[in-house]
């Protein structure tokens, strides 16, 4: 067998670089919180035992198998994509709606999602924002969608130019502007700095998370994509 194939353009070494350094500077703090309990030994209770969350949250890990399955699909320009261990449940991620209202993940239930993080002032993320909305251009569908969250503090002005200045016109404009939902990710153990990607299930259960930088335009992000299905 082949090694995967390393595609990447030196702007994305580039780009990919400046996001390792930013972190490394304290541009955004790590903090990474212990592996999820659950491990034991016991029977697993049964979803009438369990509550909602509880029950969501061992749904998710019983698809540990299906995560490792689609890590083993990030190759060459995505191949910094991480199966997730185990796969959690990001049912509550909050953000708001392109009509500025509160909703979260479970309002997108019976979709896959590629979930990505991304401010004005990040230069790793505002490179690969047309390769995201290509992607959602080309794949996007009733069960297929990529969101792109902008976590700038503040108004929604200067994202919103800058969706008109690149020509992104095919992602739907999501906000959340308290870094909540950045926090809730770093918390997790998800978040080190941005951009920060997350590939979710039609579940609502993370499946691959990366940080930093990818060409989502590539044929490998489509077949990445397409090992969810």
Known sequence: MTEPRKSMSLTWRVVAAATVAGVAAGALAVYVTGAPSGNGVEAPATSQQLGSGEADTAACIAKTDKAKRVGAAAIGDVAAMLAADPPQSLKG???NSPEGTPMTLADHSGK??????WATWCAPCRAEMPELDALQKEMGSDTFEVIAVNVDTGGDEKPKKFFEDVGIGSL???????????????????ALGLPVTLLV????????????PANWASDDAKRLIESVR
């Open 93 to 95: 991620l909050a953000f």
């Open 112 to 117: 896959t999602l590629l979930i990505n993080l």
């Open 172 to 190: 739907a404009f999501y906000r959340e502007s308290s870094l909540a939902l950045f926090n809730d990710l770093k918390k997790r153990g998800l």
């Open 201 to 212: 299930d039609d579940d609502g259960c993370l499946l691959a998370h990366m940080n930093g």
